[in-house]
């Protein structure tokens, strides 16, 4: 999920293609790798899932009052009846490491981790268990010089508290959106990473990404890793104006639009650029102009298509979804062209997000009640 995504520069897109020719010529130098591909029932149950965000991010929870986050037996029941086979659970170092010393893993809070991971693996559920930092923790990672050491020790624990754990449930994710333009400084720190879990865990399957916020152009970019037993994720929120519209973080324009519409067209947009803001409605123009469609979407889920099937390699879109403010009918649409996609590039996908801005559900008196409209844009029955 994008929190403060800055706009990205057009020069990025127009190189992709150089980075990743020499990008290729760092495959197969490794002496570390593990032989053994995903597991086939894994890779099944990945194929349809959704986002638990904030159940382990952002503050610890309060002692007494249960977090409105946090999921029972009963709500992951629900997930399952769905036709969900899993979930992507984003945790917070600081949630489970001594924030005085992040290299000490809390014996009590790993405690509460493993019983959450035993719920939902009850549940039929498989688990994707990804490493999510905020932004300022990201830039200190990367200003480290590249070593990584304190990610690295928190991985070679959790890994190794958790390697018992059946293979063909669990997902160790790297790093949510490194949030780094350069690859070739994401590129090493990653393989790093994926050597240290691969360490205390040589039988899971670990989930890698590319650079900055995980596009598909910035995997695209990725060097695949000599291990096979690796699922490469992406994220797919393109056009972003229409799926971030009206959010209050990120690029500050994307508060200042609402009602656009999904596909989009000049004529698709005159109503919204009509009550737009003078600031913000040449974006919302120009959003017209760019004739966002299903073809148009196509073509960059495509990108990654033509890159995996050159390596032979299994790809995950680990987030993809609109916020709710966008018009209900267009949310939809997009919901239903985007999961098309997806799912006939041969690629799972991980919805975001099961609540919050992008909630697919809602509660009720505690009880999830889920949105028909998405679920039957996402097909998930």
């Known amino acids: 999920m994008l929190f403060h995504r800055p706009r990205r520069s057009p020069h990025r897109f127009c190189h992709w293609i150089v980075l990743l020719l020499g990008a290729a010529s760092l495959v197969g130098c490794d002496r570390w790798r593990a032989d053994t591909a995903p597991s086939p029932a894994l890779v099944a149950a990945l194929a349809q899932g959704v986002n638990l965000s904030h159940w382990w991010t952002g503050p610890a929870p309060n002692a007494v009052i249960r977090s409105a986050h946090a999921m029972s037996p009963q709500d992951l029941a629900a997930v399952r009846a769905q036709g969900f086979g899993h979930v992507r659970l984003p945790i917070e170092p600081m949630r489970i490491f001594d924030p005085a010393r992040p290299s000490v893993l809390l014996q009590d809070r790993l405690s509460n981790l493993r019983a959450d991971l035993d719920r939902i693996i009850a549940a039929d559920l498989a688990v994707i268990l ?13 200003a480290s010089g590249g070593k990584a050491s304190v990610l690295a020790a928190q991985w070679a624990q959790l890994a190794s ?15 949510n959106e490194p949030e780094i333009d350069n690859p070739w400084a994401w590129a090493p720190m990653q393989r790093q990473l994926l050597e240290t879990i691969r360490g205390e865990a040589p039988r899971h399957t670990v989930l890698v990404s ?4 995980s596009d598909p152009v910035d995997l695209a970019m990725l060097a695949p890793l000599p291990d096979r037993n690796v699922i490469y994720g992406f994220h797919f929120y393109t056009p972003h104006n229409f799926t971030h519209q009206g959010a209050d973080w990120g690029w500050e324009m994307w508060q200042r639009m609402r009602d656009l519409p999904y596909p989009s067209s000049l004529d698709a947009v005159a109503d919204a650029a009509e009550r737009a803001d003078p600031g913000a409605r040449p974006h919302v123009e120009h959003y017209g102009r760019q004739r966002w469609t299903r073809d148009k979407l196509a073509a960059q889920i495509e990108l990654v298509a033509q890159w ?4 032979d390699l299994v790809v995950q879109c680990t987030e993809f979804g609109v916020i709710q403010q966008a018009p209900a009918s267009d949310r939809a649409r997009w919901l239903r062209d985007a999961r098309g996609l ?8 991980t919805v975001w997000d099961l609540t919050g801005t992008f909630a697919i559900a809602n509660r009720d ?4 009640r889920f949105d028909p409209q998405a679920l039957e844009a996402l097909a998930a029955r």
């Open 161 to 175: 508290q958790l390697s018992d754990l059946p293979v063909d449930r669990l997902v160790f994710e790297i790093l």
């Open 130 to 142: 990804a490493i999510q930092m905020d932004s300022a923790a990201k830039q200190r990672l990367f």
């Open 308 to 311: 995996a099937g050159q390596y």
């Open 365 to 368: 008196q505690g009880q999830l």
């Open 210 to 213: 590319g650079a900055h916020y």
């Open 342 to 349: 997806i799912e006939g590039a041969g690629f799972g996908w």
